[in-house]
């Protein structure tokens, strides 16, 4: 599986968009991004996969750089349940995740 | 539906004893992963099973850990001769077939071991 990369910690202000950071500059034609995260005490919670299009769904935007290196995970309109560890990973469908160190949001009110 | 369960939910035992956790997955999930995460670190992949075939295993798993999932549905985690580097949450996940997209995760069973 490819490595990721991602800020250690961030802030966003509740209400505003948070947009979180991923590298995957060695990511292979065939692999997916991935985002999970994990609030406090919690599972990891699946919120969104993209393979080369742009995605959205009811939680959040995943935005896919066209070189596929990199991406972005958006929460348009962060709340203080968004404060979670969010996790970015490249693997394809069906395989065990590898979960890197993930950055914490931190969302203030 | 009431997602993936795990029991115990916390678990204290003292160095040498041995534990096991169960996991039940989403009804008519056939892959059932678990994963260990120490504290401020994420998830590490221990093994997963396709139905009861369990397919592959982390170097992570060492011979004092085994898993079972004897009917394709609920699965073990078993730990003998517990250590004190055993010491963290035990996540179990599942999910539809080997194409799906998402797992789903349980609660974890946080492990402490004095």
């Known amino acids: 599986d490819a490595k990721t990369t991602q800020p250690t910690s961030m802030d966003c202000a509740e209400g505003r968009a948070a947009n979180l950071p991923c590298n995957h500059s060695?990511?292979?034609?065939?692999?997916?991004v991935y985002w999970y995260r994990q609030i406090h005490s919690q599972g990891p919670q699946y919120i969104i996969h993209g393979l080369k299009n742009n995605e959205t769904n009811e939680m959040a935007s995943l935005i896919i750089t066209e070189d596929r290196k990199s991406s972005t995970l958006i929460l348009p309109h962060a709340t203080l349940r968004d404060t979670a560890v969010y996790y970015c990973i490249v693997t394809n469908a069906g395989n065990m995740l590898t979960f890197g160190g993930g950055t914490r949001l931190m969302v203030k009110p | 539906d009431t997602g993936v369960s795990q029991n115990p939910r916390h678990k204290i035992t003292k160095r040498g004893q041995n534990v096991t956790f169960r996991c039940d997955p989403i009804s008519e999930h056939n892959r059932l992963y678990w994963y260990r995460q120490t504290l401020g670190q994420g998830p590490e992949f221990l093994t997963y099973?396709?139905?009861?075939?369990?397919?592959?295993k982390s170097r992570l798993l060492s011979d004092r850990f085994s898993a079972e999932r004897p009917k394709g549905s609920f699965s073990t985690l078993e730990i003998q001769r517990t250590e004190q580097g055993d010491s963290a949450m035990y996540l179990c996940?599942?999910?539809?077939?080997?194409?799906?997209?998402?797992?789903?995760f349980g609660p974890g069973t946080r492990l402490t071991v004095t």
């Open positions: 996940a599942s999910s539809l077939d080997k194409s799906s997209y998402e797992q789903y």
């Open positions: 099973f396709q139905n009861e075939a369990q397919l592959e």
């Open positions: 060695t990511i292979s034609g065939n692999e997916y």
